[in-house]
């Protein structure tokens, strides 16, 4: 099992630009999460999606679009990049299950530069 | 809403010596809490997670940690820091059951001196 995916690892993009963030994951999880993580603010919830071709609005989903049309795969969207949206993007997976207290499984990240 | 608040933003530690991260929670549902480690430059690791079985949880590494609805505490602890602990810890806390509602404390960093 791979886990959790992340492509790229790393990329610079212009402001203005666009981009996508790919996320896969092989365990048949349910719940897919896309976070970012700036110092000293711990992780922030972007979008999440909790099935195939079902996705909601987090804490900070300005300037962000998601998709999942494939249950193994959430692709984050940045249309246009803005300097503000330079962070270090973590995707996670969750397996449904009756109750809430089973963990998320995170990919290695990537890191996002806005110029 | 949930929160977490992590007290301390940096411990230092020295090697042998006991470990102790502090985290507090509130929570308007019976909470879910979870403690992940990150390594520089790697993706977070679960280090353990309260399941309401039992107050007292073990987990990976020699961590564990306790839970206090009293005093809406989680702390994670550590008899005694190994360099290889020197890290960035995430208390989070999740409280619905749609699996959405995860809040992430703001980190402590664990420097272990030798």
């Known amino acids: 099992n791979a886990g959790v995916t992340q492509t790229p690892k790393f990329r610079v993009l212009k402001t203005g630009q666009s981009m996508t963030l790919l996320c896969a994951q092989d365990?048949?999880?349910?719940?897919m999460y896309w976070y970012r993580q700036d110092p000293g603010m711990g992780l922030r919830l972007i979008h999440y999606?909790?099935?195939?071709?079902?996705?909601a609005k987090g804490e900070v989903p300005d300037g962000y679009n998601v998709s999942r049309l494939k249950k193994q795969n959430f692709l984050l969207g940045l249309e246009s990049a803005a300097p503000s949206q330079t962070s270090v993007y973590f995707c996670?997976?969750?397996?449904?299950?009756?109750?809430?207290?089973?963990?998320?499984?995170f990919g290695p990240g990537t890191r996002l530069t806005v110029l | 809403a949930q929160s977490v608040t992590q007290l301390d933003s940096h411990v230092s530690v020295s090697e042998g010596t006991p470990v102790l991260l502090r985290c507090n929670y509130s929570s308007s549902y019976s909470p879910s809490l979870f403690w992940y480690v990150q390594h520089p430059n790697k993706g977070l690791q679960l280090l353990l997670k309260?399941?309401?079985?039992?107050?007292l949880v073990k987990g990976i590494n020699g961590f564990e940690a306790e839970f206090k609805k009293s005093e809406t505490s989680f702390h994670l602890t550590k008899p005694s820091a190994h360099m290889s602990d020197a890290a960035e810890y995430f208390c989070?806390?999740?409280?619905?059951?749609?699996?959405?509602?995860?809040?992430f404390g703001p980190g402590t960093r664990l420097s272990v001196l030798p």
């Open positions: 309260y399941t309401s079985a039992a107050t």
């Open positions: 996670a997976s969750r397996r449904k299950l009756a109750g809430d207290h089973n963990e998320q499984f």
């Open positions: 999606s909790v099935g195939e071709g079902t996705t």
């Open positions: 365990m048949n999880h349910e719940y």
């Open positions: 989070v806390v999740s409280g619905d059951n749609y699996g959405q509602n995860f809040v």
